[in-house]
């Protein structure tokens, strides 16, 4: 058996029974040169996942004819090597969005999604950086908010260690809306998968634009916040 071979063009399959969705997402990403190929059912999309030199494919976890989740591990199962993106305006809750992972789907996207998003998603996908590519960070906290962890793009973000931002309330960093804040927190406290947009600032910074996601995490009671860093990051002087 022939190993596959990872395609090289920018064809982007967009599988949604909702053609006002369709559309939107075919504008956002024709804009960024990829081309589109489009299905309503999961058995058009499959039958293109088999017959077209695809880059990524865009599911929508309700189709008509199947749901999304099962799709996508038929898709994994003949392409392995072929990125699947989830996305879902009606499934936001965290079991949504693991059992999309458990699928083999590289990433769960809620709908809408904004184009900045979407574009750093694909690009992440296929390995392939782009200028649409944001800087992404993470922070662990409890199901009240406070830091357990963070990763490296975290640490530059807050401007400060590791080790110090431990036991501090994440929401404190927020700079305005705090309330807002809290609210999106209790109702992923409850299971829901919510995203937001805001401003960060860390320590003796300056405020950051950030597009935010928070999701339960299913192996223990804490939350997982993945920023998107809409202002570049820059190293300390």
């Known amino acids: 058996m022939e190993e596959e071979q990872t395609p090289m063009s920018g064809q982007i399959l ?9 559309f939107v997402r075919r504008r956002i990403l024709e804009g960024a040169g990829y081309y589109i190929t489009e299905s309503c059912t999961a058995t058009e999309a499959y039958q293109a996942s088999l017959d077209e030199p695809l880059a990524v494919a865009l599911l929508d976890v309700e189709l008509p004819d199947e749901n999304g989740w099962t799709l996508c591990q038929r898709i994994k199962e003949a392409r392995p090597a072929l990125p699947v993106l989830m996305i879902s305006a009606v499934h936001l809750t965290h079991e949504a969005r693991r059992a999309a992972l458990d699928s083999g789907a590289t990433m769960f996207l809620v709908d809408p999604v904004s184009p ?9 996908a296929t390995g392939r950086p782009t200028p649409h590519t944001v800087a992404r960070a993470h922070v662990w906290t409890d199901l ?6 963070v990763d490296d793009t ?46 960060v600032r860390g320590r003796e910074r300056r405020g950051r634009r950030v597009g935010y996601q928070i999701a339960l995490e299913a192996d223990a009671p804490e939350l997982l916040w993945t920023f998107d860093i809409r202002d570049p990051l ?3 002087s």
């Open 116 to 124: 900045a998003r979407l574009l750093d998603a694909v690009a992440r």
């Open 154 to 199: 975290a640490v530059v973000v807050l401007n400060t260690a590791s080790s110090a931002a431990q036991g501090r309330s994440l929401l404190t960093f927020f700079d305005e809306d705090r309330v807002n804040v809290y609210r999106q927190l209790r109702r992923a406290a409850g299971g829901e998968l919510v995203q937001g947009e805001g401003r």
């Open 144 to 149: 009240d908010g406070y830091i357990r962890s």
């Open 14 to 22: 967009v599988v949604d029974d909702y053609e006002p969705a369709r």
């Open 234 to 236: 820059r190293p300390k």
